[in-house]
DNA sequence: CATCTGTTGTTACGATCCTACAAACGCCGC
DNA sequence: GCGGCGTTTGTAGGATCGTAACAACAGATG
């Protein structure tokens, strides 16, 4: 078996459900449907309590009452269950988003704060990646030792942008991903300057003609943690230094 | 405004933020970007609890962190957010689902246990009677009063099984409801018998041949319950009792 | 330079609420 | 009476809420 019953328990506890909940839920497909006795013999949840959290279970769409003696209850099919529970999802996120719309204000002058920004974890990383390479209008500059850390829609982006005529030039020294990058149209594949110490623990850069820069680390347990600044004073000075030491070759 | 504050941090709370995280979120939103002070004095979040607040919200992916002096916060984008939510609904709901498809049973032999199910919400309504109609082989019964209990999925059902060769009967007294089905190729549309009291607090029926019959009502609060069965003496015999009375004309 | 003042970020600690868990109760059929 | 069913009530533990104290630091004042 892949998964264990606690993980299970877990994963419909971050859904909302309580334990009870979730280990009744669980109980009834494994019986098909079944009473309160039974659901209790099979789990740890106190008979006098399958009651209360059965009606609960209903409330929510997951299960149907027979009205009985004994109660039995039945559970609702997999498909329908995550139906439901998909349902309630996005009704909740409307609701919660609706006001924030509403309310919002844009980051007044974003683009001309001296600001950087930390964001940690791969698929986050991923997306300002994503937003940093599409501000381009004139070149980018995308450099990584691991092929992992160019996602898909990365790859979008950076063609999407050369088609667009911006000048791309990708920068690595895996050959994979030169290869990869080898034939496309208006994207230039270079070498990092020989003196650049290739750090195990350096993850990508990403730079959008003067003003946009995102820089990752690979932290220890394996996650990604990326600055980055856009339209700053400190993102163009940074690009700048980053970019006279590449063309000095200072040792 | 339409909706207010509480009612988004409701609503947030619900997707499994907490109260504080909710508040600091919206009114970093409102904000644009903030500081901890500046999020404590437009909310009712204590500016020492900002912190652990907005940290948590960092790992979540709602926003990112400026290390500065003083430390200044950032709200991903609504459409962000709403995507980082939902991927990481969807992967709990997977590793949720996962462990009930090993071990399920399907219901042995529920079409031949004598049960009368109950389920109570529309939509919930809405499925089953939908699971009723298509289980039709030769017979479909289907009335109510109020045309917007025909949903599009159950008037596909329908639609379906008429064209299946299955004897469709629409029974309704509503000249919009007769209408709809006037000219479809297999469906007959009748009154239902004089004596019949058209109670308020009806909703709809469905009869599938001789065995699959799903009745609901509505609840005091506009909500629907319905009782069904399928597959079950109980079943056959409800539906023998219904359509005898109508032949009978009995008042 | 020393002192005062105000802010920042951190930590600790009750109060409060909800869930988990247990036990007792009235009810009904046998 | 007896045993199972369904309900109700009560207790313990944990997480969140809410308040408060703390050291570190920066700027102002003398």
Do not use: C
Request: proline letters at 3%; zero cysteines.
């Amino acid at each position: 078996m892949s998964t264990g019953e606690p993980e299970a328990v877990d994963a419909f506890e971050q859904l909302g459900l309580t334990s009870y909940e979730a280990k009744v839920f669980i109980a009834l497909h494994q019986l098909g449907a079944g009473t309160a006795r039974e659901v209790a013999d099979i789990t740890d949840v106190p008979r006098s309590q399958v009651y209360s959290v059965a009606e609960s279970l209903e409330d929510r769409g997951l299960l149907e009452v027979q009205q009985a003696n004994p109660i039995r209850y039945r559970p609702v099919s997999v498909e329908e269950a995550r139906d439901t529970l998909r349902d309630q999802f996005e009704r909740e996120q409307d609701r919660a988003f609706e006001y924030v719309e509403t309310v919002k204000n844009e980051p007044a002058g974003e683009e001309t704060q001296e600001d950087i920004w930390t964001v940690r974890g791969r698929d986050r990383v991923d997306d300002r990646t994503v937003d940093i390479l599409s501000q381009a209008e004139e070149r980018i500059v995308f450099g990584t030792r691991l092929s992992e850390l160019i996602t898909e829609p990365i790859e979008r982006a950076l063609a999407e942008r050369a088609a667009a005529g911006v000048a791309v030039i990708i920068v690595s020294r895996r050959e994979e991903i030169k290869r990869q990058f080898a034939g496309v149209e208006g994207v230039t594949v270079e070498d990092p300057p020989a003196h650049r110490t290739d750090d195990q623990r350096s993850g990508r850069i990403a730079i959008a003609d003067d003003d946009g820069i995102l820089l990752s680390v690979l932290g220890g347990e394996g996650g990604e943690t990326a600055i980055w600044s856009s339209g700053s004073l400190f993102a163009t000075v940074l690009i700048q230094l980053i970019e006279a030491s590449d063309e000095m070759q200072v040792q």
